[in-house]
């Protein structure tokens, strides 16, 4: 499943190099799971307790809207399918639908991008580190859960001087789902995944 995923990648990456439109984006990203708290996690403490569960998942954008009210935010509209491999556990498949916004931060011949989406995610079965989390809380769990993604990349191809490489962005993201404190059938956990990825703009 891996191998086809980073293929099925490629391809759409190299395949999109020429095109300067940038109305769209497709991301590959790849993550490791963690009970943490999403606070402990952006205080800092980033290292996967459970780095045998892991992600791999695809993600197509559409831009919405491009500088919103003259402030340096690209807007989009974004989907994506994953796939959950934890291990000894029967495949799980997942998709999350979301809005996401990008603060641009130019400076020293670069651009870095500020991210932050919210939107829905449903896996086909309950994952594993879900359940786990679960009984530190003694809540219950949901394969329909809130979802967060929040990222940090910058443009690797203006960092190698590679013009066809530009919009291609190197960074990490933390792929969160949760249930809101109980908002979403009575959940109070869910699961982060530390992740890396690639985004072409095309």
């Known amino acids: 499943m891996h191998k086809i995923f980073f293929l099925s990648i490629l391809l759409l990456f190299f395949t999109s190099l020429s095109a300067s439109e940038n ?5 590959g990203v790849y ?19 459970h780095k045998e569960y892991k992600l791999y998942s695809v993600d197509a954008g559409k ?22 491999n934890e291990n000894n556990f029967e495949d799980c498949y997942g998709a999350d639908v979301y809005i996401k916004a990008f603060w641009n931060l130019d400076f020293l011949d670069n651009r870095v991008r500020l991210g932050l989406g919210e939107g829905l995610s449903y ?3 309950l994952l594993q580190i879900e ?18 993604d929040l990222s940090i990349d910058f443009d690797l191809g203006k960092l190698i001087g590679s013009k066809p490489l ?5 960074g990490v993201v ?14 109070h956990g869910g699961s982060n995944y530390n992740s890396i990825y690639l985004e072409k703009n095309f």
Request: hydrophobic share 35%.
């Open 174 to 187: 933390m792929k969160h789902r949760s249930g809101i404190f109980g908002t979403f059938s009575g959940v």
């Open 131 to 148: 359940e786990l989390d679960a009984e530190l809380k003694t809540s219950p769990t949901s394969k329909f859960l809130n979802y967060l």
């Open 31 to 49: 993550g490791w799971s963690s009970v943490k708290d999403l606070g402990d996690i952006l205080l800092g403490d980033v290292d996967p307790d």
């Open 123 to 125: 896996t086909t079965r």
């Open 23 to 27: 109305q769209y984006s497709i991301r």
């Open 63 to 84: 831009l919405l809207y491009s500088n919103v009210n003259e402030w340096p935010i690209d807007l989009y509209a974004k989907a994506g399918f994953v796939y959950y």
């Open 166 to 170: 530009e919009e291609l962005y190197l």
